[in-house]
T-cell receptor
Framework: NAGVTQTPKFQVLKTGQSMTLQCAQD?????MSWYRQDPGMGLRLIHY???????DQGEVPNGYNVSRSTTEDFPLRLLSAAPSQTSVYFC??????????????FGPGTRLTVL | GDSVTQMEGPVTLSEEAFLTINCTYT??????LFWYVQYPGEGLQLLLK?????DKGSNKGFEATYRKETTSFHLEKGSVQVSDSAVYFC?????????FGTGTRLTVIP
């Protein structure tokens, strides 16, 4: 098992550019999510999905879109990048959508800089 | 509102010293509680968890006890090693996500 994989590891964008952060998991997990990590703020939830075809907003969804066409993949799209989106992005998954005690597995992260 | 408050760092200890990182939470009911660790350049990985009051989670010499009376889940280790240098995050389960503390950076020096 590769677990949760993310690409790219690093990315530099100019303001207004768009891009997609990729996330995939091979554990057949129902639940997937995206967090951003900023200094002094811990991790904050951007969007999440409880299964293929189902997504919902988290704490900080503005400026980001997601889709879940398959169980394995959960890409995060930045439509028009802004400097405020400079952050480290983590994708995570857990086995069941309702399993609040389940362990969440995190990818290695994508470090994004928006100039 | 719901939140997790953990001890601010950074924390610097000598090898074999005792470690405590404080964590308190606010929530309705008794959510599952977690400690995650982030080693340099890596993603977060679960260190330990407790799913109900009075449970003790333990792993790799680290322990934390779910104390509902004080709404706390403090992380402890009796003798830290250089390899324990990392950022530690306390978290509590929400309906659809984890609520994280701000993280505590631990550096252990030989």
């Amino acid at each position: 098992n590769a677990g949760v994989t993310q690409t790219p590891k690093f990315q530099v964008l100019k303001t207004g550019q768009s891009m997609t952060l990729q996330c995939a998991q091979d554990m057949n997990h129902e639940y997937m999510s995206w967090y951003r990590q900023d200094p002094g703020m811990g991790l904050r939830l951007i969007h999440y999905s409880v299964g293929a075809g189902i997504t919902d907003q988290g704490e900080v969804p503005n400026g980001y879109n997601v889709s879940r066409s398959t169980t394995e993949d959960f890409p995060l799209r930045l439509l028009s990048a802004a400097p405020s989106q400079t952050s480290v992005y983590f994708c995570a998954s857990r086995e069941t959508s309702g399993g609040r005690s389940d362990t969440q597995y995190f990818g290695p992260g994508t470090r994004l800089t928006v100039l | 509102g719901d939140s997790v408050t953990q001890m601010e760092g950074p924390v610097t200890l000598s090898e074999e010293a005792f470690l405590t990182i404080n964590c308190t939470y606010t929530a309705t009911g008794y959510p599952s509680l977690f400690w995650y660790v982030q080693y340099p350049g890596e993603g977060l990985q679960l260190l330990l968890k407790a799913t109900k009051a009075d449970d003790k989670g333990s792993n790799k010499g680290f322990e934390a006890t779910y104390r509902k009376e004080t709404t706390s889940f403090h992380l402890e280790k009796g003798s830290v090693q250089v390899s324990d240098s990392a950022v530690y995050f306390c978290a509590r389960a929400g309906a659809n996500n984890l609520f994280f503390g701000t993280g505590t950076r631990l550096t252990v020096i030989p």
